[in-house]
Protein backbone atom coordinates (compact mmCIF):
# COMPACT_ATOMS: atom_id res chain seq x y z
CA UNK A 1 0.00 0.00 0.00
CA UNK A 2 0.92 3.68 -0.74
CA UNK A 3 0.66 6.42 1.60
CA UNK A 4 0.47 10.08 0.91
CA UNK A 5 0.79 12.85 3.39
CA UNK A 6 -0.86 15.88 3.17
CA UNK A 7 -1.97 19.03 5.10
CA UNK A 8 1.72 20.18 6.69
CA UNK A 9 2.69 23.75 7.15
CA UNK A 10 3.28 27.13 9.20
CA UNK A 11 1.07 27.91 11.49
CA UNK A 12 1.48 30.16 14.86
CA UNK A 13 1.08 28.51 18.08
CA UNK A 14 -2.66 28.44 18.62
CA UNK A 15 -3.70 28.00 15.71
CA UNK A 16 -4.93 24.56 13.64
CA UNK A 17 -3.87 22.15 11.31
CA UNK A 18 -5.75 18.80 9.55
CA UNK A 19 -3.38 16.08 8.29
CA UNK A 20 -4.61 13.90 5.38
CA UNK A 21 -3.18 10.53 4.48
CA UNK A 22 -4.71 9.11 1.17
CA UNK A 23 -3.58 5.73 0.68
CA UNK A 24 -3.98 3.41 -2.79
CA UNK A 25 -2.19 -0.01 -4.25
CA UNK A 26 -4.91 -2.04 -1.95
CA UNK A 27 -7.83 -1.99 0.45
CA UNK A 28 -6.33 -0.93 4.02
CA UNK A 29 -9.74 -2.43 5.55
CA UNK A 30 -9.27 -4.51 8.80
CA UNK A 31 -5.56 -2.40 9.10
CA UNK A 32 -5.25 0.56 11.52
CA UNK A 33 -3.73 4.04 10.98
CA UNK A 34 -1.25 5.20 12.88
CA UNK A 35 0.72 8.93 12.92
CA UNK A 36 4.18 9.56 14.28
CA UNK A 37 6.36 12.18 14.57
CA UNK A 38 10.24 13.35 13.92
CA UNK A 39 11.48 16.33 15.43
CA UNK A 40 14.94 17.46 13.89
CA UNK A 41 17.78 15.78 16.28
CA UNK A 42 14.96 13.72 17.91
CA UNK A 43 13.92 9.95 17.39
CA UNK A 44 10.29 9.59 15.80
CA UNK A 45 7.57 9.39 18.27
CA UNK A 46 4.03 7.92 18.41
CA UNK A 47 1.50 10.71 18.00
CA UNK A 48 -1.79 8.87 17.44
CA UNK A 49 -3.66 5.92 16.46
CA UNK A 50 -7.39 4.54 15.27
CA UNK A 51 -8.73 1.33 15.09
CA UNK A 52 -10.24 -0.61 11.54
CA UNK A 53 -13.42 0.52 11.65
CA UNK A 54 -12.54 3.18 13.72
CA UNK A 55 -14.48 2.85 16.94
CA UNK A 56 -11.09 2.82 19.03
CA UNK A 57 -8.46 5.57 19.04
CA UNK A 58 -4.67 5.64 21.40
CA UNK A 59 -3.02 8.97 21.67
CA UNK A 60 0.28 10.13 22.96
CA UNK A 61 0.01 12.08 25.99
CA UNK A 62 1.43 15.22 25.36
CA UNK A 63 -1.35 15.76 22.20
CA UNK A 64 -4.21 14.22 24.01
CA UNK A 65 -7.35 16.41 24.44
CA UNK A 66 -5.63 18.55 21.52
CA UNK A 67 -5.56 16.23 18.76
CA UNK A 68 -8.27 14.12 17.00
CA UNK A 69 -8.04 10.88 14.95
CA UNK A 70 -10.50 9.80 12.19
CA UNK A 71 -11.10 7.65 9.08
CA UNK A 72 -13.22 7.71 6.06
CA UNK A 73 -13.62 3.93 4.87
CA UNK A 74 -15.30 5.00 1.65
CA UNK A 75 -12.40 6.81 0.30
CA UNK A 76 -8.98 5.02 2.56
CA UNK A 77 -8.43 8.02 3.84
CA UNK A 78 -7.23 8.89 7.72
CA UNK A 79 -6.69 12.09 9.12
CA UNK A 80 -5.56 14.11 12.08
CA UNK A 81 -7.09 17.22 13.15
CA UNK A 82 -4.57 19.01 15.29
CA UNK A 83 -6.05 21.87 17.59
CA UNK A 84 -4.10 24.32 19.92
CA UNK A 85 -0.14 24.03 18.48
CA UNK A 86 2.41 24.50 20.18
CA UNK A 87 5.81 24.85 18.87
CA UNK A 88 6.55 21.45 20.56
CA UNK A 89 4.99 20.29 17.83
CA UNK A 90 7.04 21.26 14.88
CA UNK A 91 8.17 18.19 13.14
CA UNK A 92 7.69 15.94 10.25
CA UNK A 93 4.69 13.76 10.72
CA UNK A 94 4.16 10.30 8.90
CA UNK A 95 0.91 8.08 8.25
CA UNK A 96 1.22 4.35 8.67
CA UNK A 97 -0.69 1.31 8.03
CA UNK A 98 -0.47 -1.36 10.91
CA UNK A 99 -0.33 -4.83 10.61
CA UNK A 100 -3.18 -5.07 13.00
CA UNK A 101 -6.78 -3.90 13.35
CA UNK A 102 -6.32 -2.24 16.93
CA UNK A 103 -4.63 1.10 17.68
CA UNK A 104 -1.16 0.82 18.90
CA UNK A 105 1.61 3.24 19.68
CA UNK A 106 4.39 0.95 18.37
CA UNK A 107 6.15 1.15 15.34
CA UNK A 108 6.97 -2.15 14.61
CA UNK A 109 3.51 -2.77 14.16
CA UNK A 110 3.58 -0.95 10.85
CA UNK A 111 4.64 -2.29 7.56
CA UNK A 112 3.62 1.03 5.57
CA UNK A 113 5.24 4.42 6.12
CA UNK A 114 4.14 7.48 3.93
CA UNK A 115 6.77 10.46 3.11
CA UNK A 116 5.63 12.55 5.57
CA UNK A 117 4.22 15.83 5.54
CA UNK A 118 6.55 19.34 7.61
CA UNK A 119 4.22 20.77 10.46
CA UNK A 120 6.02 24.08 11.62
CA UNK A 121 4.07 26.07 14.67
CA UNK A 122 5.55 29.08 15.09
CA UNK A 123 5.85 30.95 18.85
Known amino acids: VQLQASGGGLVQAGGSLRLSCATS????????LGWFRQAPGKEREFVAS????????KFAGSVKGRFTISRDNTKNIGYLQMDSLVPGDSAIYYC?????????????????WGQGTLVTVSS
Open 96 to 112: AVSLNNFPSSLSDDYDS
Open 25 to 32: GRTISNNA
Open 50 to 57: ISWPGTRT
